[in-house]
């Protein structure tokens, strides 16, 4: 079965930087996009990248000049380096599987997910 799971994720304060790692198994990884969703408590789940399976990417505003969505098919990991994180970006972070090969803004676009990263940003 497909599976997913994240790693990295930390305490770190404002300023500083994080990779998270997303390890699938279970599908052909190359064949699909790939995505990264953060969960704050008390919030919805958002979007914060998505990478097709070509490595074209999207950012939401938020993030996009901070972060970095990249993959490596040949290990079947999807990496999301964060840069200049601030408290804002503290979340769950969660990983997860596209249905097709291009980069989606929907969660309702993914159908396999990890089980989150907690990141807390300290000011």
């Known amino acids: 079965q497909v599976q997913l799971v994240e790693s990295g994720g930390g305490l770190v304060q404002a300023g500083e930087s994080l990779r998270l790692s997303c390890k699938t198994s279970?599908?052909?990884?190359?064949?699909?996009?790939m995505g990264w969703f953060r969960q704050a408590p008390g919030k919805e789940r958002e979007i914060v990248a998505t990478?097709?399976?070509?490595?074209?990417?999207l950012y939401a505003p938020s993030v996009k000049g901070r972060f970095i969505i990249s993959r490596t098919n040949a290990d079947n990991t999807v990496y999301l380096q964060m840069n200049s994180l601030r408290p804002e970006d503290t979340a769950v972070y969660y990983c997860?599987?596209?249905?097709?090969?291009?980069?989606?803004?929907?969660?309702?676009?993914?159908?396999?997910w990890g089980q989150g990263a907690q990141v807390t940003v300290s000011s």
């Open positions: 279970g599908h052909t990884f190359s064949d699909y996009g």
């Open positions: 990478i097709s399976r070509s490595g074209s990417t």
């Open positions: 997860a599987k596209a249905v097709g090969p291009l980069y989606y803004r929907s969660a309702s676009s993914y159908d396999y």
